[in-house]
């Protein structure tokens, strides 16, 4: 069992990191150390009024007695500490790299030389950087896949148990949820066919780092079984750009030791103060004042969706596709809309929004707009957005070009019948010798280039595999469809990296 989640013990309300690196940043100690800008009396005057004199005092390095030096629990292990009561976990790394420096650090813990590992296909790109970085083995698990309106969901614990049935031993299954559309997989029911196969499951909770701190929002991967997760605080949750949290449950089926090693290798000796502060005051907002800014965030993101759903031509993606396979709960902090029925593509409508209300989306694909909600939205500008919508798909005129370049045909077919497994490992295949090759010169060679259409943002190709006829078809379909590819070295697929002989 993992330990049980503590947001209202007398410690949450305080902030020792923050706290520690202020009194030091603030009261005037003489700087013989590094940053050169010396708490900002050496800095840039340009930099200096942009970011304000306190961002630049409380710029500090490691190792300052009183802040990660002294008696222990120093004030940085307290913060730690504290992230780790209240997501439920035994131990919660701070990251100052993003989820991306978490997946490197599991991948190099738990995929060493050799190791094979479940991985869902469309994991993280960071995921696949591991691998290379680690030297794993991976066994693909395909995510659930909506033709519909391109949009691949979770998971399902059919698939990953069919998966681990197959090949193996496995050190470790990492799965994705929730999806970038706020769709969460049954957790609960991948923990157990792990955990049966006697594998731990790591759930990449990037986007939902705010889950189990609201009876509305799924809960959080730990309390539903996974062994370790991943949140980046950064998306939902407040903490700034670039920070995020691993944290991991003491059950004795990971090597929480292996995981600090490999956490310390892939973060810079120099980590960032501010990004470490805002890490521990975000876990103290979450836990003290999560339940209710999210209980506002929520009321007013429902009523948006009303207004947004009576907007002719826009549909919600969301709650009424719970129990669809690889969806078992969704986040009502991401409001998806499906744009079809306006005749306009999702990127129309996101351009349109931009240059006429200065609105900017996270997320536009052919077919829907992505909103992505923080724990404490501002209420006004989401109560404005339905008729900012409204008044834009009235306005906009679907672009002729726009419309016919892209055969939604094609851009949603599911992607074509991917292997389960690499022919060589994705570390071999990024580090050997390449070269660019036309890609109708590429079929029968191996790809060391990872390469994913969006739609349907799931990678066809990935470093290690071999590259197919089919593969290069469907490729060639979605660019000329008008699809983009991500991650390609020549992104009109002309050519192709390919391992040399
Ligand atoms: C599923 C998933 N995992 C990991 C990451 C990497 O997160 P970060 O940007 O915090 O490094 C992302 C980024 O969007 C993501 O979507």
Redesign the pocket.
């Known amino acids: 069992m993992p330990p049980e989640p503590q947001h209202t013990n007398a410690e949450q309300p305080t902030a020792p990191y923050l706290e520690a690196v202020t009194a030091y940043g603030l009261r005037g100690s003489t700087r013989f150390h590094v940053p050169g800008h010396k708490g900002g009396g050496g800095a840039d005057p340009g930099l200096h009024s942009a970011l304000g004199s306190a961002a630049l005092l409380l710029d500090v390095p490691q190792d300052i007695r009183g802040i990660d030096v002294g008696p222990s629990p120093t004030p940085y292990e307290r913060a730690e500490q504290l992230a780790a009561q209240a997501y439920g976990a035994s131990h919660c790394w701070f990251l100052t790299?993003?989820?991306?420096?978490g997946?490197h650090a599991l991948c190099l813990a738990l995929a060493g030389l050799g190791k094979h590992v479940l991985m869902q296909r469309n994991?993280?790109a960071?995921m696949i950087d591991g691998l290379v970085l680690s030297g794993g083995l991976p066994r693909f698990v395909a995510p659930e896949y909506d033709p519909e309106l391109g949009m691949a969901h979770g998971v399902t614990p059919e698939a990953l148990a069919a998966a681990l049935a197959e090949g193996g031993p496995y050190a470790a299954a990492f799965i994705?949820s929730p999806t970038?559309y706020g769709m969460a997989a049954d957790v609960e029911a991948c923990a157990e066919v792990a955990h049966a196969a006697g594998v731990p499951l790591v759930v990449?909770c990037?986007?939902g780092s705010h889950f189990g701190f609201h009876a509305d929002l799924p809960g959080s991967p730990l309390q539903l079984g996974a062994d370790a997760m991943?949140a980046?605080t950064?998306?939902i949750v407040g903490s700034l750009t670039?920070s995020?949290m691993l944290l991991a449950v003491d059950n004795g089926r990971l090597d929480l030791g292996a995981i600090a090693r490999a956490v310390r290798l892939v973060r810079s000796t120099s980590p960032n103060s501010l990004l470490l502060a805002s890490l521990d005051a975000a876990r103290r907002q979450l836990a003290v004042h999560g339940e209710l800014l999210l209980d506002r965030t929520i009321k007013v993101a429902a009523r948006a969706r009303e207004a947004i759903a009576r907007i002719p031509g826009c549909a919600i993606v969301g709650e009424q596709w719970v129990g669809r396979p690889g969806i078992a709960a969704w986040d009502p902090l991401r409001i998806v809309i499906d744009v079809r029925q306006t005749g306009l593509t999702g990127y129309e409508v996101a351009g349109a929004l931009q240059a006429s209300y200065d609105i900017y989306v996270e997320l536009a694909t052919h077919s829907t707009v992505v909103l992505v909600l923080g724990m404490g939205q501002p209420v006004e500008p989401l109560d404005r957005v339905a008729h900012d919508l409204a008044e834009t798909v009235k306005r906009t005129k679907p672009s002729r070009s726009a419309v016919a370049g892209l055969d939604l045909s094609v851009l949603t077919q599911p992607p074509a019948e991917l292997p389960a497994e690499p022919a060589v490992s994705p570390r071999e295949a990024f580090l050997g010798a390449s070269e660019a090759v036309p890609v109708s010169a590429a079929i029968g060679r191996i790809s060391t280039e990872a390469v994913a259409g969006y739609p349907p943002g799931v990678p066809t190709l990935l470093p290690g595999e071999m590259v197919t006829a089919e593969v290069v078809g469907y490729l060639k379909a979605l660019v000329t469809a008008g699809a983009r590819l991500h991650g390609a070295a020549d992104p009109t697929f002309g050519t192709l990296r390919v391992l040399a002989r």
Not at 97 to 101: D, E, I
């Open positions: 790299n993003g989820a991306t420096q997946n994991s993280h960071s994705v970038y990449d990037a986007w991943l980046s950064h998306k670039q995020a």
